[in-house]
């Protein structure tokens, strides 16, 4: 393909700046690829590139690392990885002249002859290159660039003379492991840089020499492929390598190159021998210092035009030669050697029967031998890779899987860690091939992640055995001065010679944040000397020192004074947690475990004393059987369970087993089984501590502030976190647990399905206003529906002195009634509702279990913080006997709205014209049922009890006020809002769906006569017959009726869903009329 773009070779010595040139070039141009040598030089540049033009644009591709952005312009690869065919404006090369390298060579060749960019192509390395690339690229440009800086050869010279800022060359891992350990030793240690090093490991490696905590780096012929390092000197252990075949010495253009990274930039450099290495010749030693070489004769080529029909066709297209007189064949790669051993498998020749079968088997091959145990080895994993991509279009999850999670370990020596790190590399490999495993990004992430574990664990491996950073700090230090005194103060603060280095925060030492690095490491280990005995003093002061003057923090943290001594972690026991004690090394191990012990007491004597009660129920060995198994769950659960998570075990608890638990103080409330006495702010903050340890949260929440019945329900806490806290999430509030169970007691006999109010205890135990005590009513599973009337003042005190309660005001004159017990309300003598044909057979909840039951036991669906549905079915509603008859009823379970206040209002069933109450209700027998009232329904019930008389006011129309507008009120309506079981306890009409507000009639005129079923409905549909399904035959009026009260007529029609009574047959005019018509003969 011919190109017009212009083509230049950059060549030079090292430390010619060939790379910086060629990127500023790259940059020029809207897009680029720039391939060179090393990954660890890929890195470099990308990062170079990516602070120039941001991460969005510039992509990097290597073997084992692929970051592709969707916008990439600039491309950084190794030479292998250089993508074909993109088309980019620039294309660039680096150390071109590796064409000649025996292993890498081919693929230098290829990029040299069909790499090219559409308008620039630049090609970088040795002067040695010129004649073969004018032979090989027509049309080439060439520019030499000089050295910056002067190289001189030194000599030979020992280890232990070695000047600093010295970098010692090695041929062997061994070698160069020899030579870091006796600079440990000599001269307190150096960085270690080797090919068989992950770049994680080499950056690190680096990134310490380059610090300046060593002095000295160890390294291979790697640092010679355009790594930018701050090296003096470079000494050569050896000249001669392993190259796979054979030893053999290096030649002069080799040693230059490795040579060269001594003096950047414009500081001159040396170089010169050491160890057991002999001298350099003076031919060798005036080439290097002159950069003159031999030119290259001859590029290893092999030929890039692959035939995939068969096996065979691809091996051979692989062997073919050329006649140029340039290149010559390259020796069989590893991939050459695995194609031809996977050639002879009978499977693989099954397999590989078509061309594109063929190119995957080529790919496969392809893979590198990173591990390098045996070709034989290597083939064999190629030979699964290539079965399972072609069997299953990827590799084996499973197994691929397994090979990560076998690797994925940091334990062990640098030899260990350092073949893991070589397999690691190889399924890294695997993972970034286009659809060669499922889920890539996940196994791109998952490989990248071991091999940076592996990584760093090397790292670190390489650095505790070659690196004393004590020695280190201390032999530069002693340059400076003879000796270094350290001085501590009772506060702590540690200083030498009078300069603040830092202070003793416990039993660690902190250095000061204001010293530079190399000074805070060259005084920490005459510091640490120092404090040898001050430790000793600070632990057995601290072992002696009371309760009081340690803490917990909310984080798990144990404090003395305000030092940070330690931390809590978890236990074998979530009731007995361990404490980990934060000392210095340099204290001893026997300071470590006198401070140790001395936290353990603290921490065993302060959960003993907050969760008491707990572990008094751990150690009970009288319970048996299912109490005991409930005593087990409540200990794992650290004293509170929601109730709706052992809805089952509770139930089958007997009365004895409940007897036993409750002597520990466990109290099976309605939503929440607990123990009240670990409520308080000391037990509920060990408790939220225990609770994060054995979860194993990072971050624990903090526990609410004491003394609050509610408190705003926080988002983003661990699940169980309220529960924990001794809270229950209720919509946007967590009212108290205790709170919640008193809050539960008072609304139990209330009217949940024909509605009812909140009264001033309710608002009083969660310390809510009306509208705040709605929305945490919702969250509890009620509905609440928001009203206005006519608010109602206090009338003038009749004859009679009885007062309502104090929260009453009575809203008239209140006669005497006659008491009548029969019609007391019994909730523990429920009747089932008669049988009607429109009434199917519902069985009818038990209102006095033994223990209160939720409002509706919860669903499966919500968390235990909050209400949630019970899996049991519901008992369906019994149909109205009478007819809805707007606007004064509404079907179903919706709360019956009132007529327009300040105006009169029959409803059916009312004698017209009759004096109708206020508030819509009325105290029979003191008890009453609100609707849509006016006053709050207890109240009434109260003022009703309390005075024994009947509760009246007349029609407003009858007062002259009463045309004055009237002052209003807001108040809300709770009904039950359908999710799950009604509460325990409530009325039996509440339980078959017979609410107030549907106005069941008849109800005990069917007790009375099971034959007239049917009179409830007609009198309903007349408008005559009664509205309440428990007073309704007292209030009966009609052409059916026998004596209508007219009082019992006038007043407000009552809803109740209250069962009918069997005990007495209720006169079916008003109970209070005889003693009214006697009241008014007197």
């Known amino acids: 393909m011919a190109h017009d773009g212009r083509i230049l070779a950059v060549l030079g010595p090292t430390n010619t700046g060939k790379t910086h040139y060629a990127i500023e070039r790259m940059l020029a141009h809207r897009s680029g690829v720039i391939g060179l040598p090393l990954r660890l030089l890929a890195r470099e540049v990308y990062d170079r590139i990516v602070a120039a033009r941001g991460p969005s644009v510039v992509a990097l591709v290597t073997g084992e690392e692929r970051i592709v952005p969707t916008r990439a312009q600039y491309w950084v690869c190794t030479v292998e990885a250089m993508p074909e065919g993109m088309g980019c404006d620039f294309l660039a090369v680096d150390e ?18 069909n790499a090219r960019g559409r308008l620039e192509t630049i090609f970088m390395g040795a002067e040695t290159m010129r004649g073969a690339i004018a032979a090989l690229v027509p049309g080439v440009q060439f520019s030499r660039r000089e050295r910056f800086s002067t190289l001189t050869y030194t000599g030979a010279r020992k280890l232990s003379r070695m000047p600093e800022r010295s970098a010692i060359v090695g041929f062997s891992v061994d070698n160069c492991y020899a030579i870091a350990e006796l600079l440990r030793r000599t001269k307190g240690g150096a960085a270690v840089v080797m090919g068989a090093l992950s770049p994680r490991t080499r950056n690190a490696q680096v990134a310490m020499y380059q610090r300046g905590e060593v002095d000295y780096l160890v390294a291979t012929d790697a640092i010679g492929m355009g790594l930018n390092l701050d090296i003096e000197h470079v000494a050569f252990s050896a000249v001669e390598k392993f190259d796979g075949r054979r030893w053999r010495h290096l030649d002069a253009g080799e040693l230059a190159q490795i040579a060269g990274r001594a003096g950047r930039h414009m500081k001159a450099g040396s170089f010169g021998t050491t160890g057991e290495a002999p001298a350099l010749e003076d031919e060798v030693i005036q080439a290097i210092e002159n950069h003159a070489f031999r030119p290259v004769q001859k590029l290893q080529w092999r030929n890039a035009r692959l035939r995939f029909g068969s096996i065979r066709a691809l091996i051979a297209s692989l062997e073919e030669r050329t006649d140029n007189p340039w290149l010559t064949r390259v020796r069989d790669a590893d991939d050459v050697t695995a194609l031809k051993t996977l050639a002879e498998d009978a499977e693989v020749q099954a397999r590989a029967s078509d061309g594109h079968s063929v190119h995957l088997l080529w790919d496969v091959c392809r893979v590198p031998d990173f591990r390098g145990i045996s070709k034989g080895e290597h083939a064999a994993l190629l030979r699964r890779i290539f079965c399972d991509l072609h069997q299953h279009g990827h590799v084996e999850r499973a197994w691929f899987a397994a090979q990560v999670e076998r690797i994925d370990r940091t334990d062990g020596d640098i030899d260990t860690l350092s073949k893991r790190l070589a397999y690691i590399r190889t399924w890294t490999y695997v993972a970034q091939r286009k659809h060669w495993v499922q889920d890539e990004e996940h196994w791109r992430a998952e490989t990248r992640r071991v091999e940076d574990r592996l990584s760093d664990a090397l790292h670190a491996a ?11 700090v201390l032999a530069r230090r002693l340059k400076q001065r003879e000796s270094l005194v350290a001085e501590v103060t009772d506060k702590g603060e540690v200083s030498v010679d009078g300069e603040l280095l830092g202070r003793l925060e416990g039993f660690r030492f902190r250095a000061d944040k204001t010293a530079s690095p190399d000074e805070a490491r060259t005084v920490a280990r005459a510091a640490r000397e120092a404090l040898a005995p001050q430790f000793t003093l600070r632990a057995d002061r601290f072992y002696n020192a009371p309760d009081t003057e340690i803490d917990v923090t909310e984080q798990g943290g144990l404090m003395w004074g305000s030092d940070a001594v330690g931390k809590l972690v978890a236990g074998a026991d979530p009731l007995k947690p361990e404490a980990k004690a934060f000392v210095d090394e340099e204290a001893g191990e026997e300071v470590a475990k006198k401070v140790q012990r001395r936290l353990q007491h603290f921490v065993d004597r302060r959960v003993a004393a907050t969760q008491e009660p707990l572990i008094a129920l751990s150690r009970d060995e009288t319970l048996t059987g299912q109490a005991k198994g409930f005593a087990y769950r409540m200990v794992e659960n650290f004293g509170i369970i929601p109730r709706g998570e052992v809805a089952d075990e509770v139930k089958s608890l007997g009365q004895e087993d409940r007897a036993a638990l409750r002597k520990h103080g466990i109290r099976f409330g309605q939503f929440t089984i607990f123990m009240p006495a670990l409520l308080k702010p000391a037990p509920t903050r060990i408790r939220l501590l225990l609770w994060g340890l054995s979860k194993g949260l990072d971050e624990f929440p903090e526990s609410p502030p004491p003394g609050l019945v509610t408190v705003p329900a926080a988002q983003g806490v661990p699940a169980g976190y309220f529960a924990m806290a001794g809270y229950r999430a209720a919509g946007e509030r967590a009212v108290r647990l205790d709170m919640l169970e008193r809050l539960a007691d008072m609304l139990r006999d209330r009217d949940s399905r024909g509605g009812f109010e909140a009264n001033p205890d309710m608002l009083s135990i969660t310390g809510l206003s009306l509208e705040q005590f709605a929305v945490l009513m919702e969250g509890l599973g009620y509905r609440a529906e928001k009203g206005e009337r006519p608010k109602v003042k206090p009338a003038a005190a009749g004859p009679q002195p ?25 909730p523990d003598l429920p009747e089932a509702p008669p049988q009607t044909p429109d009434t199917p057979d519902v069985p009818v909840p038990d209102p006095t279990p033994t223990e209160p039951d939720l409002p509706g036991d919860p669903d499966p669906a919500p968390g235990p913080d909050v209400p949630a549905p019970d899996p049991s079915p519901t008992a369906p509603d019994i149909p109205s006997e009478t007819p809805p008859e707007p606007p004064v009823e509404a079907p179903g379970d919706t709360p019956t709205e009132m007529p327009p206040p300040g105006g009169p209002s029959e409803l059916p069933g009312q004698m017209p014209g009759a004096p109708t ?20 329904a207890d109240e009434l019930a109260d003022a009703g009890a309390d005075a024994g008389t009947e509760v009246r006011a007349d029609v407003p129309n009858e007062f002259p006020e009463a045309a004055a507008p009237a002052e209003t009120e807001i108040f809300y309506t709770f009904t039950w809002a359908g999710r799950g079981r009604q509460q325990r306890g409530a009325p039996r009409g509440e339980r078959q769906g017979q609410g107030a507000a549907q106005g069941k009639g008849q109800r005990r005129g069917a007790r009375q006569d099971q034959g007239h079923q049917g009179q409830g409905r007609e009198r309903g549909a ?34 109740d869903s209250r069962p009918p009574r069997k005990e007495k047959q209720v006169d079916p005019d008003n109970p209070f009329a005889a003693a009214l018509a006697g009241f008014k003969a007197k």
């Not at 390489?462 to 020695?471: C, E, K």
């Not at 009885?802 to 019994?826: I, K, L, N, R, S």
Request: aromatic content about 2%; hydrophobic content about 20%; proline content about 15%.
């Open 462 to 472: 390489l650095t505790q055995a070659f690196v004393d950073r004590r020695t280190s």
């Open 917 to 936: 109450m206020e508030d819509g209700t009325e105290a029979i027998g003191g008890r009453s049922a609100p609707v849509t009232s006016e006053m709050r």
């Open 96 to 113: 071109i002249q590796l064409c000649a390298d025996p292993e890498r060579g081919h693929v230098f060749t290829d990029r040299l002859l």
């Open 1022 to 1055: 007349k408008g005559q017959g009664p509205r309440d399904g428990r007073d309704g035959p007292n209030r009966a009026k009609g052409p059916k009726g026998k004596r209508g009260g007219p009082k019992g007529d006038r007043a407000p029609q009552t809803y």
């Open 802 to 826: 009885d007062q309502p309660g104090p929260d009453v005001p009575a809203p008239g004159p209140t006669p005497d009634a006659p008491q009548t017990p029969e019609e007391t309300p019994q």
